[in-house]
């Protein structure tokens, strides 16, 4: 598989067979995925990785978890103008339509989104942290270091999702991991070999055309 082909293959998984993730091949994405731009070299990622048993301790930990929590940060603005908001509507109602939960059945949606706290199911995963004293330029880089751990799964023909959700749960994944105090989630990464029977997973999300985000002069 060539990088054009990762790119295009590339998606966001969210249905996993019940396939185990080895340690090794974890270790050797990561790796491969340090080689990552990073401004000034500063290599601000932290990564803690879940795997086997940790993985299922942990899902079970966040089953039985009830407390509400104040968010790392703002997800989204609050304020999301168009055409930004419309894309992301769009890709709710196209997953939700492809799952067969209609826009009317709030408890099923309500479900539906606490599989984002398990992972999806994936039998491996991984948390992005990043030292406070980081700042925009730093979070960038982690969003470089993400996006070429992706792009090496899916070569290794592994499925993967990138889940800013759990920015939502800093202090219950903090104190599971025993995270230094220094230490600020940015998402977790859940991990494992797609499901491709899932409807879930033939969900493809739209991209703008080069036209509306591109500017050229020459």
């Known amino acids: 598989m060539n990088v054009s082909e990762a790119v295009d293959a590339r998606?966001?998984?969210?249905?996993?067979?019940?396939?185990?993730?080895?340690?090794d091949l974890?270790?050797?994405?990561?790796?491969?995925a340090a080689r990552a731009p990073s401004g000034g070299n500063v290599q601000p990622w932290r990564i803690y990785v879940l795997n086997g048993a940790r993985m299922d301790e942990f899902k079970g930990v966040v089953a039985e978890d009830r407390s509400q929590e104040t968010p790392a940060y703002a997800i989204y603005p609050p304020d999301l103008t168009s055409p930004y908001r419309d894309s992301r509507f769009k890709v709710g109602e196209d997953m939700y339509a492809l799952l067969g939960i209609p826009r009317e059945d709030k408890a099923a949606r309500i479900q539906r989104l606490f599989e984002n706290y398990q992972f999806f199911g994936a039998p491996a995963g991984f948390f992005c942290y990043v030292d406070k004293q980081m700042g925009p330029p730093q979070w960038s880089d982690l969003g470089m270091f993400l996006q070429t751990f992706m792009l090496l799964a899916t070569e290794?023909?592994?499925?993967t999702c990138a889940q800013e959700a759990w920015a939502t749960r800093p202090a219950?994944?903090?104190?599971?991991?025993?995270?230094?105090?220094?230490?600020?989630?940015f998402c977790g990464m859940a991990i494992g070999y797609t499901d491709?029977?899932?409807?879930?997973?033939?969900?493809?999300?739209?991209?703008?055309?080069?036209?509306v985000f591109a500017t050229f002069l020459s």
Not at 11 to 23: E, N, T, Y
Not at 26 to 32: A, F, G, R, T, V
Not at 177 to 183: D, I, K, Q
Not at 196 to 211: F, G, I
């Open 11 to 23: 998606k966001s998984v969210r249905a996993f067979l019940d396939k185990p993730v080895s340690d």
């Open 26 to 32: 974890l270790k050797d994405l990561l790796s491969k």
């Open 156 to 159: 290794a023909g592994l499925g």
């Open 172 to 185: 219950l994944v903090g104190n599971y991991l025993g995270v230094p105090e220094e230490l600020s989630i």
């Open 196 to 211: 491709d029977a899932a409807p879930v997973n033939s969900l493809r999300s739209d991209r703008e055309s080069l036209d």
